[in-house]
């Protein structure tokens, strides 16, 4: 079972089905089977997006679940195990927006794992579900919080997160637990970029990670968003580069996306071409399809090459599903012919890279801000100044000032850069500890409705609203 939940980890699905399959003839009671069948359909779902495997698998999640209560009531697994099967699902469900079913999972998985952790209170796996569960119920939004509401969990990310470090030391200092060290690096990396704010944290899982990113593909892919999401374009690339070669594990093609927005992020244009090719190429899923023809246009527009971008363009139209945001702002941008001025345009890629100083001076060679074009451009320059000038660590107050030039310009606009600029304003409160500016910007960013990335920006507002509010 070691064997199995290693390979499945690794996304070696095959091989590890062969360990479970041993499993059943020598020893079929086992319900560690059950789990680790999940573990597979779980990591499938969170990496490959795939809204009709997700439809088609979703019931092996009571069979399991009929097939756990035949097994060892005794053992302190057997809790357990259904506990990480609902909290799985749980997590699968925020993904694909089933918030609903996801908060009576999570008020299920917390009743077992309480249980359990009465009855075996040295049974440290009971800190996973605990963390993971006190994580995701501030993801659920808030018109599905009475259902968790009625278990009194307090706690929040923080303690959430707290939990789950405690045991990943646990999983360095002893052999028993070392084999969970991988998965709880994944878990505890996902949490942070979604739920935190301080990358301080970032940088010490980046830092715990080290090299095993090399030996293993989910920490590839760990390692990689954190050092993004750090500003550390270079190291992204260097990462994503000495990836694992992959020998019959299940598809990541998402890495290739990824690399090739990294490309991108340096305006290196060929290099950028030819990972998103790859990806589409190879990629047999749904999700960032779009997202990728649009990047080619975007190059080609970048390019002056005005025939391959109205090529990409089509294809964004035609190709790929919108289930996530990327795909949803992909497709209108396309159905519009919708792309920023180049200026903008090259100090967005430039700031997403962690490049804030040629941002800075790509930006800077718009000289009269509103003399641009169109409205949205003048509202998207002050919202980019406004992020380029915070990474730079400007005056704070100057800052806000262009966020709130942003949010006055863009009033009534469907763009995001309204709502970012609220949210980003209150992420500057709450580091300043001015908990109530930061909740009346937090509020101020959750009253807006239908824009772009609307999900995950009102995912970190509600986010903020529980840190501040413990």
Known sequence: MQNAYLSIIDLKFEKGLDFIEKEKQQNPNNGLIHLHENYKDFLALIIGEDQQLFDK?????????????????????????????????????????????????????????EENQEKYPDFHLNKKGMGLLHCLIGSIPENYQWIVNGIGVNGGIKQGLAELDGLLLLTEQDERYKFYNTELLFLISFLEMNLTIDKSYFQETLDKIGEKNKQHILLTFAAARLSSALGNNEL????????????????????????????????????????????????????????AYQKLAWIAFLEGKIEKELISFEKVISEGKTLIDEDKVALKDAEEKKISDPVLLKARLLYDGGYYEKALNEIFTINNPDNLHYNSWIVEYYYRLARIQSKLGNDKQEVITYYQKALKKGKGSKGYFEPMSALQIGLIYEKQNDFNQAEIYFKKCLSMKDFDYERGIHQKARAGLERISN
């Open 236 to 291: 992204t690339i260097q990462i994503l580069e000495n990836s694992p070669q992959l020998n019959k594990q299940f598809d990541f093609a998402y890495l290739e996306y990824l690399l090739g927005m990294s490309y991108l992020y340096k305006l290196d244009f060929e290099k950028s071409k030819q990972m998103f090719h790859l990806f589409l190429t190879r990629f047999k899923g749904e999700n960032y399809i779009k997202s």
């Open 57 to 113: 698998i979703s019931s092996n999640k009571s069979k399991r679940l009929s097939a756990i209560e035949k097994c060892n009531k005794n053992s302190p697994y057997y809790l357990y195990a259904k506990a990480e099967i609902n909290l799985q699902w749980a997590f699968a469900r925020l993904k694909f927006q089933e918030y609903f079913l996801a908060a009576y999972e999570i008020q299920k998985a917390y009743f077992l794992l």
